[in-house]
């Protein structure tokens, strides 16, 4: 199972709403946050979103306990936990923050699952406020204007694909809802499996733009139906990988092709 890797985003990925305007709401700074909104970058209002908060009296404190209380998409903890106990590796890579996304899996008993957390730094300073600060310089390059200028995710991906092939691992299933997933969506190759949630931006985007994506697409809705598709690839994964091992006094045998099939999930036809 070594050879598989499953990559979360998080917000509405993990968690079923968007966790920077969860404390900003939970902590009652939504007009102040509004009227800033249109004169910066998303990454730079957090970060001054914090230092609002902080003039405020709010403290990291508090915003731990907002976050701990954070609606989490249902069946999605079972699935981390049972791809986890399955041997895959499992990563993070997400538009929010370090401190958000530590503290709710910290939370939740999942940290542990994860081997590696891809998202904005996020710390607090020698004066007790929350500090964000973007991923990738603002100028990371990438041509997709779904991209964020504070991180390119299809960078990140490309990062990932080069340590896998050193570490011989093939086979990798992303899952995510954002616009922001467009680009590492694009970067999946054959082998792999794109997990888009149904009706959010990333399945508009991959709708739109099929034909520029390699991987097999299997969209969900719900965490029940994220749990499902996710365990069935991951069982059709492994048989395919243990086509020709046997238990059976050391003679190998090969599994029949069709159980294969039969154990993926059928690709969700998108709609044109």
Not at 120 to 130: S, T, W
Not at 147 to 168: D, F, H, T, W, Y
Not at 244 to 253: H, I, R
């Amino acid at each position: 199972m070594a050879g598989i890797v499953v990559v979360f985003d998080f917000d509405k990925t993990i968690i079923d709403l968007d966790s920077d305007n969860w404390v900003i709401d939970e902590l009652g700074a939504s007009d102040l946050f509004n009227r800033l909104l249109p004169t910066m970058p998303w990454n730079s209002l957090m970060d001054r979103m914090m230092k609002e908060l902080h003039d405020q009296g709010k403290t990291f404190e508090d915003i731990e306990q907002v976050l701990k209380r954070v609606p989490v998409i249902p069946r999605v903890v079972p699935a981390i936990k049972a791809a986890y106990a399955l041997g895959c590796d499992l990563r993070i890579v997400s538009d929010a923050n370090v401190f958000y996304i530590e503290t709710i899996l910290k939370h939740l008993g999942i940290y542990d699952c994860f081997t590696e957390i891809n998202t904005n730094p996020g710390y607090v300073d020698e004066q007790g406020k929350l500090r964000i600060l973007p991923h990738h310089d603002f100028h990371h390059g990438c041509s997709f204007n779904t991209c964020p200028p504070n991180m390119c995710k299809g960078l990140v991906i490309e990062r990932i694909q080069a340590s896998l092939a050193k570490e011989g691992k093939k086979r990798m299933i992303y899952l995510g809802d954002g616009a922001g997933d467009f680009c590492p969506s694009l970067k999946m190759k054959e082998q792999d499996f794109v997990m888009p949630r149904k009706d959010f931006p990333v399945w508009k985007l991959i709708n739109e733009n099929r034909h520029l994506i390699r991987a097999r697409i299997h969209g969900w809705s719900d965490g029940e139906e994220q749990q499902h598709i996710l365990l069935q690839i991951i069982k059709a994964i492994t048989i395919e990988e243990n086509q020709f091992l046997s238990v059976d006094c050391c003679k190998f045998q090969k599994i029949p092709i069709n159980t294969v099939h039969e154990a993926l999930p059928k690709a969700l036809p998108l709609p044109y």
